[in-house]
């Protein structure tokens, strides 16, 4: 075998070598860390732990804390509302992501599509509202379009800054047919 063989013959050996240690890791690793993700979807507690760490609230009626998620410093809390198309979710972000609000739009969206099943919405933007969070400003933007069914839906997305002083974000959804106007407008004050 020549020199230039074994070089390859090991870097290959080498990178299976280290392609096996993630693997055994993973296996160990991963279960465990889906099975805790995986407890807190449904965990009423627990959503309420985490979204009351994040801010201050107060529930419009038929409005109940339902779930949580805790992964990667990533943690948001699921409120379901009064019928199956309305949710608000509250979520905090590591504090390496402060100033991409964009990016951080974009996971909660992607987050909520995953947990609710609705990919594919075209939304457009309606308006903004300066809005007092956490004791800072912080601006609302509503959104309206169709999902992927056709349903009308309403979204309320805004950034603000966690208790903890990480970047947060509020994300309101609902059926703007049936939209609680009153109640979330008694959430949204009850933020300050």
Do not use: H
């Amino acid at each position: 075998m020549s020199r230039n063989t074994k070089i390859v013959v090991g870097i290959i050996a080498g990178i299976l070598g280290v392609c096996c240690i993630i693997a055994i890791i993973a296996a160990l690793v991963l279960p465990r860390m889906f099975e805790n993700v995986a407890d807190g979807f449904d965990n009423p507690e627990e959503a309420a732990e985490v979204g009351g760490s994040i801010v201050d609230y107060d529930l419009p009626a038929g409005y109940d804390e339902q779930g949580a998620m805790n992964l990667f410093g990533f943690r948001m809390a699921f409120i379901a509302g009064p019928d199956e198309n309305s949710m608000i979710m509250l979520a905090e972000f590591p504090a390496s992501l402060a100033g991409d609000e964009a990016q951080m739009q974009q996971q909660m969206r992607d987050a909520f599509a995953n947990q609710t099943g609705t990919q594919n919405m075209e939304l457009e933007f309606v308006s903004s509202e300066d809005v007092t969070i956490n004791d800072a400003a912080a601006t609302l933007a509503t959104y309206e379009g169709t999902d992927s069914q056709g349903n009308n839906v309403r979204q309320i997305l805004g950034v603000f800054e966690a208790k903890s002083g990480s970047p947060a974000m509020l994300m309101i959804f609902g059926d703007p047919n049936n939209w609680d106007e009153d109640g979330i407008s008694r959430f949204l004050d009850s933020l300050e």
